[in-house]
């Protein structure tokens, strides 16, 4: 084998797999997942730390099947010897959906005898059912039925024409689907009936529907953003280095990207320090706050019900990205045992990220400037309605910047005219958009200084000595209270704004040789809503991982997703994922390899400004290395300007470092002021 | 008058003021202030409103001076009618302290005998005084003189050699200096004394220090922005116009930038639509948290006893902005009456912002791409240590963002061999950079739909419904609680993370036709530290802006800055600005021409990592239009790729929209993969 052990299984690798599965248990099973099962951590490390000597870890698939019974089997297939190591019946779990599977609803609903009557119900006439539509989710959970059969609910919409904006026109009803029947096996009805908006203008976001409100401006002229030279990045397979940086941009089907091994390498390879062992986004959970069955059901687990890698968008040049970019491509495997490339599913690229650092002598107006530079990693997927830009960000700094963006279309529900929502916002006459939550779990396995870690609290707060004591004459004594999180129980906490907590993920062994304090990242995170619904509320129960913002456990193999590995259905009685996981609380967590699990997002209470479409809303964290590095360790990134105290005393004429940019301009024209290098260098004093 | 009633004095109405002040009241007064008087609102607005029907408001100086008896006196100078208007003299007050008063204090410490003898003792040679520097800041408040004298504090540091890193060397003991008398009159020596730290190897950010650390790094390639066909906004002398955002961009000595009449007037002017009147930095403090005196001293009100106009950088081109930029300069008195120009004391630039909005169809991966772009307006200014990039930034979407990023140099004091601090880190061996927080004050002046406007919270909360009762069967309900602020004592609020806190301001009487809800701009702000000295502490007496996170009050000309207008040496009894226009809290604030005051920031436990030279740290909120528009307003931006339905259906090669930049290239070379219009215009499933 070629590649690296991280590396997503190839086209040929998911073949092989399916071929394997096929000659022993049928041709015509139907491929729910075929996925890399990630390299066992201990091999893993063993073979990073010494290539040479220890064994290269094998290639195994992880595999789910349905076969025609709907019974669903799911097993390990090792690759490197071609054969089957493990295959088992799954009980009392259902597997995800897959895209192939949301499509088929459509059709099937636009003939069943059920939903066109009630489609007649609901004022459309039944030889207009290609114009029906349907946003398929999982059923989330439906006590009726529980986890015994498939079941998807079918969000109805209507198109007067193709082109025309689905989500102004929804309708009142919500057919189930048994995707292993293939057929609609029940229709939920409201008590009170709504019927479809056509009595409003439409809206959209055609070039049509632009036109009759005025076109399109004509006033943005063209930003051209290039690097003639290439790119500063270099990519050997899937192995990523840019600025001190390294690491193996991966990707599967459930989480898309995954970043291993992340590491600090200096130019001079003095330092190799690792930071994160992997770093995914791993789940998130998106309830809506509608009381009414069936809305209850709407509570999307993006990752765990439909996988962010196979909804991942191909990326286009020049749109989603622009400037110099890297794109890779993503295989996943069809129902029917194929192959489904998806081009461009991550792009990379660096950016400018405006000052890095800068300071002017008051004195003198000696001056550094220095520009930073970012790297960008990203994805986007596409569940139904929203779309999902992630991006994982790297500083020169040290800091990682996972930043989500939001945009795409509310999820709607039909309004009457009249009615009042408690639970939603009319965003468009007859249009109900229902408050929801948006909560995403980043999993970090930490790996500071290579371990073993502990994770501890930081609280901001006034000491405790009274204003005027001797220890506190004048009352302004404050610091950063370190709590240890010892075990899994203890590590169960919550964001606390009075102290603006933070997390020290830190390696008690590695001293900082300027502080005296142990090397750590921080996770810095305020965008960190609660979960609303209650506890004891379905939701509550089945997104586990969303009642506090930070979990920690110990690292074991295969426990890579807090709402468990089988998500749909889930009745979480018990709750499956880190609260089986964490049991009674008592494991230690304390000098351990150790997972750190944050819960974040925002929570959306909908207006007419994110209709018909939403301009994209940022969520962002950050992780910092704080006495990780004895210094500030961007301090050789190249300055822009930078002048000496003792050249402006003799009256030099030159800069001590001159890299300005020759290519900015003033916005008008006109003459560029050159920068003074006496008494000028972009400070505010000389000219006293 | 030829300019605009909001423009900052010209550097020839600056000229006419101290000439007519020196003319009634003797040619040796040094002048601290010279400002425009803002308009008057009520004839400002009615002139706004309507230019040819009434007057114009005058144009009126505001002037603070000092004698050559050390007396203050302030002033008002009508320029239209060449006369002063109001004279008096200022008693229990000290105006702002000048860079010429702090340059000066250097000198007179080098020959001074008390400072000299205490150099000695710090282990220096009395024929190094040349080496001794000094940060000298206003002495906050010092009970032994009170507001009796003016006095400042200065910081003192040495430099084996002129350019060496002060901020490693600091003294242990701390002089007072009287600008009035040029003399210093006091030096606090602390008990247990602490040598100078010439023992450990010397650090900085000079190219010989990196060099030592082994250079600058080579492997960062240039990135180009340009706009060959110029920028997007257009300049009317100070008033800007950008994306339907128009206002007037205005400077004085002690806020640096403020922003009026900010309105969104829509390219058939259709709308043209009031959102505030005037936005401001309007103060800040910067406590730190080491009790021993004279410690507690250092608080500084950067806005208030400095000035963040008078400490702005001139910008350069290409190396603080980056792009197409148009710059604005600065005119500032000088201490003799004379004008200072501070050269491109404001940048305005234009930057590409990512995807604005983007959806794909799942179905047959029919999409639009838009990208967003984003305006910067931008003061740096340098405090002495540490500087403060000031950004504000305009989205399409009508959201306004102020940013801060916080960079230079930590304040630093001599931390002795072995010793621990409870209230700093030892940020380098010998350098003890104390725990502080950096809160400011944002004021706005709100204008929401042209007035008058009512201020109220907005907490996500459940509902108080248990779960499986009739209203809430599973649990989910949750939505926004609003609370009306009504008096400004019911205005005083705190961020409350458990709800997400934000705050609507609302103008009652404009309704959405949307969603039926009032007109309003919200608050978002999660970078919110509390104030952690104590109640009752001097700070906290100090500062009283700075005990809640948003104060609403009714606007009164002349209350522009929450410490008051006078900061240096206010001993907080009783406390000055805000506290004293809200009073017993009784006023109402409802449905009233509104101010909202808000203290947002960060508290700074330093690391290693900031030293030398700090990272830029970036502290944000957003100002996010909800209910303002009937629809998301940034729809009619040009998309960068659409396609429909319809084409995808019909085959078509060609893309409904395609403005995709062609200068964007693949990082390593290679073939571009062009975007298939059929099947694939981003989305994922077309390949199923």
Known sequence: MAGHPFDPLSASELEDATRLVRKSYGSDLKFNVVSLQEPRKTVMRAWLADPKSNPKPPRVA????????????????????????????????????????????????????????????????????????????????????????????????????????????????????????????????????????????????????????????????????????????????????????????????????????????????SEDRGIFYRMSLAEMVVPYAEPEPPHHR??????????????????????????????????????????????????????????????????????????????????????????????????????????????????TYVQAPGENCDWGTQVYPGVNAHFHQHLFCLRLDANIDDGPNTVYTSDTMASDEPVGSLKNPYGNAFFAKKTKLSTTGQAKTDYDAMTMRSWDIVNDSKINSSSGKPSSYKLVSREVPRLLPKEGSLVWKRAGFARHHVYVTKYRDDQLWPAGRHVPQTSGEPSRGLPEWIGDGSESVENEDVVLWHTFGLTHIPAPEDFPVMPAEPVTLLLRPRHFFDRNPALDVPPSYLTLPSQIEKGERTAAYDATDKMSKPAFGGEEKTIPIVGGGGGCCSKL
């Open 62 to 269: 992880d595999v789910v099947v349905i076969d025609n019974n709907a019974t669903v089997h799911e097993g390990l297939v090792d690759l490197d010897q071609g054969k089957v190591l493990a295959w088992d019946k799954l009980e009392g779990e259902q597997p995800i959906i897959t895209l192939e599977e949301q499509q088929k609803v459509e059709q099937i609903c636009r003939e069943d005898p059920e939903v066109i009557k009630q489609c007649e119900i609901s004022g459309m006439l039944a030889s207009d059912m290609h114009k029906i539509y349907c946003d398929t989710w999982v059923v989330g959970y439906d006590e009726r039925w529980g986890i015994s059969r498939r079941l998807q609910q079918a969000l109805m919409y209507y198109r007067p024409t193709p082109d025309s904006f689905q989500y102004q026109y929804a309708l009142d009803f919500c057919p189930l689907y048994d995707p292993d029947l293939e057929q609609i096996v029940h229709i939920d009805i409201p008590k009170v009936r709504r019927p479809l908006r056509k009595d409003v203008p439409p809206i959209g976001y055609t070039p049509a529907d632009v036109q009759k409100l005025g076109g399109y401006r004509d006033d943005m002229k063209p930003i051209i953003i290039s690097q003639p030279e290439g790119v500063s990045f270099s990519m050997n397979g899937r192995e990523l280095s840019w600025q001190n940086w390294k690491m193996h941009v991966g990707f599967n089907y459930k989480e898309g990207i995954v970043l291993n091994n992340i590491r600090w390498k200096s130019r001079n390879e």
């Open 298 to 411: 709407k509570h999307a687990f993006d990752f765990g019900e439909y996988g962010a890698g196979y909804m991942t968008n191909s990326l286009a040049l020049g749109c989603d990205c622009k400037g110099a970019i890297h794109y890779i491509d993503a295989e996943v495997p069809t129902r029917n045992g194929g192959v489904r490339l998806i081009e461009n599913a991550i792009c990379i690229h660096e950016e400018d990220s405006g000052i890095l650092f800068k300071h002017t002598d008051f004195r003198d107006d000696s001056v550094v400037v220095t520009r930073g530079r970012k790297l960008v990693i990203q994805q986007i997927f596409t569940a139904a309605n929203y779309e999902y830009a992630i991006q994982w960000i790297f500083h020169q700094d040290g800091t990682i910047q996972p930043e989500i963006k939001l945009t795409g279309i509310l999820n």
